[in-house]
T-cell receptor, first 114, second 112 residues
Framework: GAVVSQHPSRVICKSGTSVKIECRSL??????MFWYRQFPKQSLMLMAT?????????EQGVEKDKFLINHASLTLSTLTVTSAHPEDSSFYIC??????????FGPGTRLLVL | GEDVEQSLFLSVREGDSSVINCTYT??????LYWYKQEPGAGLQLLTY?????DMKQDQRLTVLLNKKDKHLSLRIADTQTGDSAIYFC????????????FGTGTRLKVLA
């Protein structure tokens, strides 16, 4: 149980385009989903907290117009990187909370912006 | 501050025990977690401990919690090459936001 998927697992795009990453909880309803960014050999940096049906809460320094988050259902949250640039290249990981305190993580999406 | 610290590297021989340490700062944390991350993958929940416990054992894994010193450790018995990965501890403060504070991660290398 408690499986979280992400799609795509890997994406390469041109600078200036937008990329959408999906995060799904497969066997539970996620009251809250979290989006993280991880740079090579570093820990996870929380970008935003997403609650179903309400606006995401962004961490300090994260541009909400750059990283659009939609949490339209209890099993799906999406992160859209708008007008992507090479500095947005990173590993993006989502997690989902099932109502308890534990977060279950997706496998991550590697984004490369050329 | 909200720093969760871990040593960066640990190298052990196959069959030995590994002990990964973590120092956290928020004494109000209700749960403390250990996650494993293999290269290019997400985080796998290994185990967690509730703050009113001192120890938890789950097969090869033993978690020790010293609340007085705010120290958490993960012991892996009979370490195997498949245990090579990055291990993150995380605390879940009782702030109502359910956000984690992650440690810096410990890279475990198991030598055959």
């Amino acid at each position: 149980g408690a499986v979280v998927s992400q799609h795509p697992s890997r994406v390469i795009c041109k600078s200036g385009t937008s990329v959408k990453i999906e995060c799904r909880s497969l066997d539970f309803q996620a009251t809250t989903m979290f989006w993280y960014r991880q740079f090579p050999k570093q820990s996870l940096m929380l970008m935003a907290t997403s609650n179903e049906g309400s606006k995401a809460t962004y961490e300090q320094g994260v541009e909400k117009d750059k990283f659009l988050i939609n949490h339209a259902s209890l099993t799906l949250s999406t992160l859209t990187v708008t007008s992507a640039h090479p500095e947005d290249s990173s590993f993006y990981i989502c997690s989902a909370r099932d109502g308890g305190e534990t977060q279950y993580f997706g496998p991550g999406t590697r984004l490369l912006v050329l | 501050g909200e720093d969760v610290e871990q040593s960066l590297f640990l190298s052990v021989r196959e069959g030995d025990s590994s002990v990964i340490n973590c120092t956290y700062t928020d004494s109000s944390s209700t749960y403390l977690y250990w996650y494993k991350q293999e290269p290019g993958a997400g985080l796998q929940l290994l185990t967690y401990i509730f703050s009113n416990m001192d120890m938890k054992q789950d097969q090869r894994l033993t978690v020790l919690l010293n609340k007085k010193d705010k120290h958490l450790s993960l012991r892996i018995a009979d370490t195997q090459t498949g245990d090579s990965a990055i291990y993150f501890c995380a605390e879940s403060p009782t702030s109502g936001t359910y956000k984690y504070i992650f440690g810096t991660g410990t890279r475990l290398k198991v030598l055959a």
